[in-house]
């Protein structure tokens, strides 16, 4: 088992059917998923687990506060997929792992179930859709108006699986494109470059140097020297015309190091910001031209910080103390 998602399974006991409360602020969360909503324009994000318990509350950051939106919806999970597409106005959210729920056999559970928020609500979907994962990579192709979906893992017979295949949304149906492309893995970022049109995927667990972009028709990997790296967090700058690159795990540790992509080549900007970090998340606020970052773990501690990169820096928003994981014994 890959040591850092070994630490999360032993992170913390029970769930949490919501937590959300508007009396209440945001807590530390770590292995949730962030995604834009640029038609009430707010970032939102959706489970994870704080240091004790996997939830499956909704929440909303218009750039000043988090905001409670919904505990009645998904079940609980971790490493679930999100993306929103504006074309429908519709929030997607696909699969996850019933890490922590408290016993071994739940843990073992992968969910293939997929629901969307529309701002009010949830709806589940009733779809066929891709085998149950967690660690899946999933992004809006704006061009193509297609979600794209990538990867992640599932266990069977006690032996992880980890997965290659590509998948596309069209607000209707999946389809799953027979193409060849990165090897199989869980826990890479992907992000899709507005100006040059492509979906752009770094790194994952057995993959950890590789940089590969999808046209809508086929994968390419791109010989680009950086560290490798699993559970790192993209999200592209619009405004600025840059794709941002933050953190992860490595063999030597966590990282807490910013990069940016220009379409040839990494190039390191800074390493001053948020503290070391995986399982965090980021997403692209275009109505503040930011990209914001929530929480995360460095293996003992759970963070509940938000922080904006401007284009030049992180700025710290709100924070929580981090917390120390609890211990359930797996």
């Known amino acids: 088992m890959n040591i850092a998602v070994f630490l999360l399974f032993t992170l913390m006991p029970g769930i949490s059917a919501g937590g959300c409360s508007s009396d209440q602020p945001l807590g530390v969360r770590n292995a949730h998923a962030l995604a834009y909503d640029s038609d009430r324009g707010r970032v939102l994000l959706f489970g994870g687990a704080d240091e004790r318990q996997v939830m499956g509350d909704l929440w909303g950051w218009d750039g000043k506060r988090w905001d409670c939106l ?7 999970r971790t490493f679930p997929s999100l ?99 990165p090897s199989p893995r869980n826990g890479a970022s992907m992000a899709f470059d507005v100006h040059r049109e492509k979906v752009v995927l770094f790194g994952g ?35 600025r015309r840059t794709l941002l690159r933050f953190g992860g795990w490595t063999p030597q540790g966590r990282r807490g190091d910013t990069w940016e992509w220009d379409g040839k080549q990494w190039a390191l900007l800074t390493q001053e910001g948020p503290q070391a970090r995986n399982h965090t998340s980021l997403a692209y606020d275009s109505q503040n031209n930011v990209i914001v970052l929530y929480g995360g773990h460095d293996g003992q501690r759970v963070f509940g910080d938000t922080w904006e990169w401007d284009g030049s820096q992180w700025i710290l928003k709100t924070r929580q103390p981090p917390l120390m994981r609890v211990d359930n014994g797996h």
């Open 83 to 181: 993306a929103y597409n504006p074309a429908t106005k519709r929030l997607v959210l696909f699969g996850g792992n019933r890490v922590l729920f408290g016993t071994e056999e739940d843990t073992a559970t992968f969910l293939g179930d997929m629901w969307t928020w529309d701002g009010q609500s949830w709806s589940q979907i009733e779809a066929a859709t891709p085998s149950p994962r967690a660690e899946a990579a999933m992004v809006y192709d704006s061009a193509r108006q297609r979600i794209v979906l990538f990867g992640g893992y599932r266990n069977a017979d006690g032996e992880r699986i980890r997965l290659g295949d590509t998948w596309e949304w069209d607000g209707q149906r999946w389809e799953a494109r027979n193409v060849t492309g």
């Open 205 to 239: 667990s057995g993959a950890m140097e590789e940089t590969w972009e999808w046209d809508g028709a086929t994968w390419e990997r791109i010989p680009a020297g950086t560290g490798g790296r699993f559970n790192s967090a993209m999200a592209y700058d619009v405004a």
């Open 70 to 76: 919904s505990k009645a919806g998904p079940p609980p």
